[in-house]
């Protein structure tokens, strides 16, 4: 296949992932856009009912979004190997496990039982608070 073929091809696929965005755009936007005429052109009048689909429709546009994005081939394959796994396992306990990924400064870290980074600053609060109560109860 030639260079310019497989461009093509790749170009093809591109564009039908991307075919369903502006229809979702478009359909995400109606209501709220017909609200927004009716009430600058009947500011006194608002009808109750295109305020309520135009609060329900706000959101659309993320649901339909990400459901556009999880009938992508790459995500259903995803999707069919977590569920194969969770099947084979007969246990979700793979769905929570995650990738520890270490950088120079965590390896050393767990080398030598000390940290070369900056302090935590959640022990610092529960430094304070300790000096606040240990004063409180100094006080009493």
Aim: glycine residues 4%; hydrophobic residues 35%.
């Amino acid at each position: 296949m030639s260079k310019s073929g497989d461009q093509q091809r790749k170009l093809q696929k591109l564009a039908t992932q991307l075919r369903w965005y502006p229809m979702i755009l478009v359909a995400a936007w109606t209501i709220p856009t017909i609200s927004r005429i009716y009430n600058s052109l009947a500011p006194g009048k608002p009808l109750y009912w295109l305020t309520i689909m135009h609060c329900l429709s706000r959101g659309l546009q993320g649901i339909l979004n990400a459901v556009a994005y999880g009938l992508t081939p790459s995500v259903k394959e995803r999707w069919a190997s977590l569920r194969r796994k969770v099947i084979e396992e007969n246990s979700c306990n793979s769905l929570c496990a995650t990738e520890v990924l270490a950088d120079d400064n965590d390896t050393e870290e767990l080398q030598t039982g000390e940290s070369s980074t900056a302090p935590n600053p959640l022990q610092e609060d529960e430094d304070e608070e300790t000096a606040v109560s240990t004063k409180e109860t100094e006080m009493s």
